[in-house]
């Protein structure tokens, strides 16, 4: 048997497994991601209106939505596996989510980005598809409540919790914020990631924990 967790281990996890579900949430309804900032954002893309610059969150979801539908069914047609293409699609989203590509500043950029990764998905899909449906299954609310509990945030808006953790999850240096993202909504082992970033094992356990403290000590000041 291991040495057992101390405290702050144990909230740590229970907060990567709480990331988790909301990332998985904001994956299958990326328009989620916009109700977590201020201002009129998801309206305005809503109208098709361009009211000030667009971040980047604004210009990632309209290329996922005007990307997806083509996208899932070039996939479908490659691996002949609709839930199978479905998670594929939802991942690439989120990793370019977490990747945030600096150096790209419009929709058709993002939408070439996307589809690159998804495509780069697809070689090594038939080894992760049934492991990725299992763990990247959703959750409900209920079960969002427990693991907040689990972590020490006593939330009784699951909503608000889940916009903070996302507004959250923004402040964090580029990094810790594209390790954080990918460790706990791929559900990967810290090797994993690091293939996925191209860093060493140890950097991305650097990264990961030093983000789920900061997260975890920003929301309990705010809980406080």
């Given at each position: 048997?291991?040495?057992p967790?101390?405290p702050?281990?144990?909230r740590d996890?229970?907060?990567a497994?709480?990331?988790?579900v909301?990332l ?6 990326p328009?989620t991601l ?5 201002g009129p954002?998801v309206v ?9 610059a667009?971040d ?9 939505e005007?990307?997806?539908?083509m996208?899932?069914a ?8 609709r ?7 939802q ?15 419009d929709?058709?950029g993002?939408?070439?980005?996307l ?7 697809v ?18 609310h ?6 907040a509990d689990?972590?020490?945030l006593?939330?009784?808006d699951t ?5 903070m953790?996302i507004?959250?999850?923004?402040t ?13 909504y ?11 970033m191209?860093?060493?094992?140890g ?7 030093d983000?789920?403290?900061r997260?975890?000590?920003?929301l ?5």
């Amino acid at each position: 048997m291991g040495a057992p967790l101390d405290p702050d281990q144990a909230r740590d996890i229970s907060l990567a497994a709480l990331l988790r579900v909301v990332l998985r949430e904001c994956a299958r309804t990326p328009l989620t991601l916009l109700t977590a900032e201020p201002g009129p954002a998801v309206v305005r893309i809503a109208r098709g209106e361009k009211q000030g610059a667009p971040d980047f969150a604004e210009l990632l979801v309209e290329a996922y939505e005007s990307a997806s539908e083509m996208l899932l069914a070039r996939i479908v047609r490659q691996i002949g596996n609709r839930a199978d293409a479905d998670d594929i699609v939802q991942t690439a989203f989120m990793r370019v989510y977490a990747r945030r590509p600096d150096h790209i500043t419009d929709v058709e950029g993002l939408r070439k980005y996307l589809w690159a990764t998804a495509e780069n998905l697809v070689k090594d899909a038939a080894v992760r598809a049934a492991k990725d449906r299992e763990r990247l299954d959703a959750e409900g609310h209920e079960r969002l409540s427990v693991l907040a509990d689990h972590a020490g945030l006593p939330f009784d808006d699951t909503v608000a919790l889940r916009d903070m953790l996302i507004r959250l999850l923004d402040t964090l240096p580029p990094r810790e914020r594209q390790a954080v993202i990918v460790y706990t909504y791929e559900g990967n082992t810290y090797k994993e990631t690091a293939r996925v970033m191209g860093v060493a094992e140890g950097t991305v356990k650097g990264y990961v924990h030093d983000g789920l403290v900061r997260i975890r000590k920003q929301l309990g000041e705010h809980v406080a």
